[in-house]
């Protein structure tokens, strides 16, 4: 079976640092792109940012760029995503996802990822 699994969320001060982790396991991790999603209540949950499956590619939403940093550890099956200089608006529940195939310079759609975390809240206040 697939499984992610978040954690690292807690509560932040704005300007301060948190990161998550997002452990895997039940498939080939280094074959699938990483997305970092958030999501507040009433909203869509959206990607802010992504790693691909060799660490060689990057992509991140510009409401997060030069502030989160995602990164990974094949070896360890592990995916990551070093957030700093945290704002209140920052303050979601995050969920790290696994996709194959998709590549591009925006945001994907949840739908695109099959396999999901539980999800880990960040608060900054």
């Known amino acids: 079976d697939v499984h992610l699994v978040e954690s690292g969320g807690g509560l932040a001060q704005p300007g301060g640092s948190l990161r998550l982790s997002c452990r895997a396991s039940?498939?080939?991790?280094?074959?699938?792109?990483i997305g970092w999603f958030r999501q507040t209540p009433g909203k869509e949950r959206e990607e802010v940012a992504r790693i691909s499956g060799r660490a060689g590619s990057s992509w991140y939403d510009d409401s997060v760029k030069g502030r989160f940093t995602a990164s990974r550890d094949n070896t360890a099956n592990t995916a990551y995503l070093q957030m700093t200089n945290l704002k209140p608006a920052d303050t979601a529940i995050y969920y790290c996802?696994?996709?194959?195939?998709?590549?591009?310079?925006?945001?994907?759609?949840?739908?695109?990822?099959?396999?999901w975390g539980q999800g880990t809240q960040v608060t900054v206040s």
């Open positions: 039940g498939f080939t991790f280094k074959d699938y792109h």
């Open positions: 996802a696994a996709q194959e195939n998709r590549w591009t310079e925006s945001p994907l759609w949840p739908h695109e990822y099959p396999h």
